[in-house]
């Protein structure tokens, strides 16, 4: 089990490429400033490939007043296993088992249960899924203080 080094980057396209190098890791803890901003990008990504693909003609169906196109519809399919991934080690970091993950399926209430535990901050310090994301490695203030 890795764990990602500390990181304060505010870029999403950073989080973003960190959330795919980790596309099958459903071990270890994400801090939240990761799966949002990784889900940012993604949301972004698919209004663009829907658009596009509207543009070049292979659009289809706007059955439930969404438009949709191919485009868009292979991008998802390809981030589901990133995004599912992330979204386990989001729920570890609270101290929830990837299970929860499931009650996505669950109608009406599930996918509010599910954005509460996504919401909520991290376990602060280790817990039984690893480390905490946030955690510097070592104390930057003593650090400065032997350097000054």
């Not at 801090?31 to 490939?49: C, D, G, P, Q, S």
């Given at each position: 089990?890795?764990?990602?080094?500390?990181?304060?980057?505010?870029?999403?396209?950073?989080?973003?490429?960190?959330?795919?190098?980790?596309?099958?890791?459903?071990?270890?803890?994400?801090?939240?400033?990761?799966?949002?901003?990784?889900?940012?990008?993604?949301?972004?990504?698919?209004?663009?490939?829907?658009?596009?693909?509207?543009?070049?003609?292979?659009?289809?169906?706007?059955?439930?007043?969404?438009?949709?196109?191919?485009?868009?519809?292979?991008?998802?399919?390809?981030?589901?296993?990133?995004?599912?991934?992330?979204?386990?080690?989001?729920?570890?970091?609270?101290?929830?088992?990837?299970?929860?993950?499931?009650?996505?399926?669950?109608?009406?209430?599930?996918?509010?249960?599910?954005?509460?535990?996504?919401?909520?901050?991290?376990?602060?310090?280790?817990?039984?899924?690893?480390?905490d994301p946030k955690q510097r490695p070592f104390d930057l203030a003593a650090v400065d203080a032997v350097f000054s």
């Open positions: 089990m890795t764990s990602p080094t500390y990181s304060d980057s505010n870029n999403p396209l950073v989080w973003f490429g960190r959330g795919l190098s980790r596309f099958a890791d459903f071990e270890g803890r994400s801090r939240r400033k990761a799966y949002w901003h990784f889900w940012l990008v993604n949301l972004i990504m698919l209004v663009a490939l829907t658009a596009l693909s509207h543009q070049l003609g292979l659009g289809f169906g706007d059955r439930f007043g969404l438009a949709s196109g191919a485009l868009s519809a292979i991008y998802s399919v390809v981030m589901l296993m990133p995004g599912l991934a992330l979204t386990v080690r989001r729920l570890h970091d609270t101290d929830h088992s990837g299970f929860w993950a499931l009650f996505y399926f669950v109608p009406y209430i599930g996918s509010f249960i599910l954005l509460f535990f996504l919401l909520r901050p991290g376990t602060v310090g280790s817990n039984r899924f690893g480390a």
